[in-house]
């Protein structure tokens, strides 16, 4: 793929709403579990509680990053929208 190519290409995620939707969902549910974890862990354990904190870490870099894309999808529904040509 060329450069020019790549500047052509819509920019809108390619992930399908009901998709990306799952994912936050499931994400949520993810990052409150591990949360739930790291409250439960005693002091002794480091390295379940290092483990932990990684696999957080992640989770939610994830969810920000489908919150964006929910959001920039969202974004270009509304533009597209005839009730916003309208405006």
Request: charge should be neutral; charged fraction near 35%.
């Amino acid at each position: 793929m060329t450069f020019t190519d790549k500047r052509k290409r819509s920019r809108l995620p390619s992930v399908e709403p009901d998709l990306l939707e799952q994912g936050i969902v499931q994400l949520t549910m993810e990052i409150q579990i591990l949360t739930d974890w790291l409250k439960s862990l005693s002091s002794d354990d480091t390295e379940q509680r290092i483990s932990y904190k990684d696999m957080l870490q992640s989770r939610k870099e994830m969810l920000r990053s489908l919150e964006l894309q929910k959001a920039e999808l969202d974004t270009a529904k509304r533009s597209r929208s005839p009730t916003s040509a309208a405006d």
